[in-house]
């Protein structure tokens, strides 16, 4: 059975009403619908939110992924720390954006220190030195406590520093944790770990950027970064740069013929997985069935890539490579005719292309032992589906704004950062929503950001 995309379509947002937390279905509320107008995903706070949770979330993803090259002393360790340290640029420049300069300095020197603690733990860990590993861990416990008690300063309480120390040792114990399994060949264990712990920072995103929006409401249009339409945005930005990230590292272990080759591989799957049964809860056992068929394909085609530079085998890279060419192509198409050309083929195509070029120019370049260029590759994938995010979930709001209305009273509750993520909105039905939306125009609407 062939399902009727363009008319199970129309449905989408009703059903995404029903599925976000806090969102009301106004059927028979006309309200004010110049207000309904004016919901956005693009407004100052929901960026402070973007640009926090890009910044956090890749931290976890590079660090996770730094430890392993230190323990398995891989040549491209100093690159992959490289990146890393690349990323504390971006978030002390994020920080020094509102708070200023000696701040953005003291917030670098700690959140350095915090990383080379962890350096500290691989090191001992690599020379089987129980007291350096212990010695790392007592310092990661200081840096918590005394990093709680700089965001409670900076933000005027509105972080408590006791809730901060908490949700900073989910953070420490996470990344320990991917580290520890990967060392002992706990593979499965690892890579939950690794997903675990970059859904955690969106949580943290999502409360530092409540408490610098509440703290200085006016400069930042006194617009709400937790609202449904920020909601979305983030939720959508976390899938799709989770399903890069997961790409590029598979690749990797793929290309090295490494032993966790499968397990970063089956992360992945658990990805299509959730997209799978996202769609199927939304359209049926029948269009998850669909989705899941061509979703597959497509990430097989890069595995192709991958096997066949292996084995040297150009042909089989050509016929990978226009495999991709092809899927593109009738995706696109897809698309076009799913949202009554809404989404034009040609600039979906293109959208499609970058993400392309991206995977498979992080991996030649990976195999090529240009490493430098790997993780500007890795770094740009990453980030360009936060574009695709924005334009994903504005493209959701625009069609009917009324579902996404901001319902938050305007004053916030003081929070911190501890517990995992699942009080951030992407769990249970939220899950589902996003990531069947995800699978139907991922890659696709970055080209909206490209434009304009």
């Known amino acids: 059975m062939t399902v009727n995309w363009k008319k199970t379509f129309v449905a989408l947002p009703l059903s995404a009403a029903l599925l976000v937390p806090g969102t009301t ?6 309200g004010d619908h110049e207000k309904m107008k004016n919901v956005s995903v693009s407004t100052p706070a929901a960026d402070l939110r973007a640009t926090l949770d890009q ?3 890749e931290h976890a993803y590079l660090a996770v992924v730094t430890m392993q090259k230190g323990i ?23 920080i020094t954006s509102v708070y200023g300069e000696e701040a953005g300095a003291q917030f670098e020197e700690m959140w350095s220190q915090h990383i080379g603690y962890f350096v500290d733990y691989v090191n001992a860990t690599a020379e089987e030195d129980e007291a350096g590993r212990e010695e790392a861990l007592n ?16 933000t ?4 408590e520093a006791s809730e901060l120390a908490e949700g900073l040792q989910l953070h420490v114990d996470q990344l320990v944790g991917a580290f ?19 859904d955690h920072m969106y949580g943290v995103g999502e409360r530092l950027s409540t408490a610098i929006t509440t703290q200085f409401p006016e400069d930042f249009d006194n617009t709400n970064p937790a609202a449904p339409a920020a909601d979305l945005r983030a939720d959508l930005n976390h899938l799709l740069s989770e399903h890069a990230a997961l790409a590029t590292l598979a690749m990797q272990k793929g290309g090295d013929g490494a032993e966790d080759f499968e397990n970063a591989a089956g992360a992945l799957e658990a990805n299509t997985e959730d997209l799978t049964a996202a769609i199927a809860s939304v359209y049926g056992e029948d269009a998850g069935e669909e989705f899941k068929m061509m979703w597959s394909e497509h990430i097989g085609y890069f595995v192709d890539y991958v096997e066949a530079t292996g084995a040297e085998d150009e042909e089989a890279k050509d016929e990978a490579l226009a495999n991709l060419d092809d899927y593109r192509a009738d995706f696109s198409e897809f698309l076009d005719t799913a949202t009554d050309g809404g989404l034009e083929a040609e600039q979906t195509a293109e959208g499609l292309q970058m993400h392309v070029n991206q995977l498979t120019g992080a991996f030649d ?10 993780y500007e590759q890795v770094r740009e994938a990453y980030a360009h589906l936060y574009g695709v995010g924005e334009g994903l979930s504005g493209a959701i709001v625009d069609q009917n704004p009324e579902e996404f209305a901001d319902q938050t009273p305007s004053e916030m509750p003081k929070t ?21 939306a995800a699978a139907l125009f991922a890659l696709v609407i970055g080209v909206r950001r490209k434009e304009s």
């Open 25 to 30: 279905v106004f059927a028979d509320d006309h």
């Open 55 to 57: 910044a956090l979330s």
């Open 72 to 94: 398995d002393g891989a040549e491209d360790f100093d690159q992959a720390a490289a990146a890393l340290e690349m990323n504390t640029g971006d978030l002390t420049e994020a």
């Open 139 to 154: 310092n990661l416990d200081n840096y918590r406590e005394d990093f709680s008690a700089f965001l409670e300063t900076a």
């Open 156 to 159: 005027e309480g509105n972080l």
């Open 180 to 198: 520890d399994n990967y060392e002992e060949g706990s593979f499965d264990e690892a890579y939950e770990q690794l997903r675990s712990s970059i």
């Open 365 to 374: 370049s990976y195999v090529e032992g240009d490493y430098e260029t790997t």
């Open 416 to 436: 911190g950062m501890g517990g995992a993520s699942d009080q951030s909105g992407l769990n249970g039905w939220m899950i589902a929503f996003t990531s069947m």
